[in-house]
């Protein structure tokens, strides 16, 4: 990426389904970008637990002696519903806080093929994004056009003027791991001037109340 500023990543949130999926590119995905990680120095943080997709990215990334940091609600922890997170534990009180969490310890996003606990924890990211409440990259890794649908609905909506041009900006999509994390890395924030003007409580009482009002 010559003549291109790089961000500095130190570690990158993966958003991922408790599920495997249907096509075994997407474990095999889910495990390379774990590779990728821990061959660039870059440490993990993810939901918790070793189920799914999760389970194949937090392993790898460890496998690699990077760090790995689960961050899970306690009644995910019941009767050891989702397995032994993949290296340190933090438990929380509720998804939401969970979510903050996720945010305030992470330098960037990345979504793998997953259901609604993925899609939601994505466009949250994004939506805090375009409110100015953090300024860091988010990307989705194509795996076999799993995101095609999506990335064509977002298009739609700039269309239709409910997404902005420099909002659809946000969000970053690559077909290959390493592509993905170059695109992060090169990510310039361009705010929205109105939006950039809200003042967001950094103490964590005020954060406790980011909820789905946030939501554009």
Same mark, same amino acid.
């Given at each position: 990426?010559?003549?291109?500023?790089?961000?500095?990543?130190?570690?990158?949130?993966?958003?991922?389904?408790?599920?495997?999926?249907?096509?075994?590119?997407?474990?095999?995905?889910?495990?390379?970008?774990?590779?990728?990680?821990?061959?660039?120095?870059?440490?993990?943080?993810?939901?918790?637990?070793?189920?799914?997709?999760?389970?194949?990215?937090?392993?790898?990334?460890?496998?690699?002696?990077?760090?790995? /940091?689960? %961050?899970?609600?306690?009644?995910?922890? @019941?009767? #050891?519903?989702? *397995?032994?997170?993949? +290296?340190?534990?933090?438990? !929380?009180?509720?998804?939401?806080?969970?979510?903050?969490?996720?945010?305030?310890?992470?330098?960037?996003?990345?979504?793998?093929?997953?259901?609604?606990?993925?899609?939601?924890?994505?466009?949250?990211?994004?939506?805090?994004?375009? /409110?100015? %409440?953090?300024?860091?990259?988010?990307? @989705?890794? #194509?795996?076999? *056009?799993?995101?095609? +649908?999506?990335?064509?609905? !977002?298009?739609?909506?700039?269309?239709?003027?409910?997404?902005?041009?420099?909002?659809?900006?946000?969000?970053?999509?690559?077909?290959?791991?390493?592509?993905?994390?170059?695109?992060?890395?090169?990510?310039?924030?361009?705010?929205?001037?109105?939006?950039?003007?809200?003042?967001?409580?950094?103490?964590?009482?005020?954060?406790?109340?980011?909820?789905?009002?946030?939501?554009?």
């Amino acid at each position: 990426m010559e003549g291109v500023s790089v961000r500095k990543i130190k570690n990158i949130c993966v958003f991922c389904g408790a599920n495997s999926g249907k096509d075994v590119a997407f474990v095999n995905a889910a495990f390379h970008l774990g590779e990728v990680l821990g061959k660039r120095k870059i440490d993990l943080v993810y939901g918790g637990g070793k189920l799914g997709l999760m389970g194949c990215v937090s392993t790898a990334v460890a496998q690699h002696e990077r760090q790995v /940091l689960g %961050i899970i609600p306690s009644a995910f922890t @019941v009767n #050891n519903l989702v *397995g032994e997170t993949c +290296g340190k534990e933090i438990k !929380v009180a509720t998804m939401q806080e969970r979510l903050v969490m996720m945010m305030e310890l992470s330098d960037a996003f990345i979504a793998l093929p997953g259901g609604f606990g993925t899609l939601e924890e994505l466009f949250q990211m994004i939506s805090w994004a375009q /409110l100015s %409440i953090h300024n860091k990259p988010i990307g @989705v890794l #194509n795996i076999n *056009g799993f995101f095609n +649908g999506l990335l064509s609905f !977002v298009d739609h909506a700039v269309k239709q003027e409910f997404i902005t041009p420099r909002a659809r900006k946000i969000l970053i999509s690559a077909t290959t791991a390493d592509e993905l994390v170059d695109k992060l890395q090169a990510f310039r924030f361009e705010s929205d001037p109105a939006l950039s003007k809200l003042k967001w409580s950094p103490s964590s009482s005020q954060k406790e109340k980011l909820d789905l009002t946030l939501r554009l």
